[in-house]
């Protein structure tokens, strides 16, 4: 009995029921657009959410471009959320059309940042130089969306 189980263990490892995320690395500013490029053109993006979590420097080199994702993808509706941290005491609401902004005080975001759309999760930080990485897991982008809802809705 004891042996049965062994190969029943042994057999799951050989064929896991979830698959293995597949990692990408993007390098700079460049790399970082390219990754967020490759999120949305594998992705179906008729009534779906780039959500973004990241700080004022990220957004400041990056707005424009979030801007035109926007635009470019509204009559699919399609949406761009972006929780960002700030200093005010009092939470910030920004909404142009299908791109909306929440900045708080609440210590959310930090060095790193995080997209996700469809079935991608894309990191980046900003140590020494930009680096992204992308993970694509149907499981984890939903985990990752889900938590970033409950953040999104927990700001009045």
Not at 44 to 53: A, F, K, P, R, Y
Not at 59 to 70: M, N, R, T, V
Request: glycine share 4%; with cysteine; charged share 20%.
């Amino acid at each position: 009995h004891k042996l049965k189980h062994i190969i029943n263990d042994l057999e799951a490892l050989k064929n896991p029921l979830l698959p293995t995320p597949s990692l990408r690395q993007f390098q700079g500013e460049q790399g970082v657009r390219d990754m967020l490029a490759t999120q949305i053109s594998q992705s179906s993006v008729e009534n779906e959410t780039l959500h973004i979590i990241c700080n004022q420097p990220f957004l400041g080199s990056f707005q424009d471009h979030f801007k035109e994702i926007s635009k470019q993808y509204i009559d699919q509706n399609f949406s761009v959320k972006v929780l960002l941290q700030t200093t005010e005491e009092d939470p910030i609401f920004i909404k142009i059309r299908n791109f909306e902004v929440k900045a708080t005080n609440q210590k959310y975001v930090f060095a790193a940042g995080m997209d996700v759309i469809g079935d991608f999760v894309g990191y980046w930080t900003e140590v020494d130089s930009l680096v992204g990485q992308l993970m694509e897991n149907q499981q984890i982008a939903r985990l990752q969306a889900a938590m970033f809802e409950q953040v999104w809705n927990s700001i009045a």
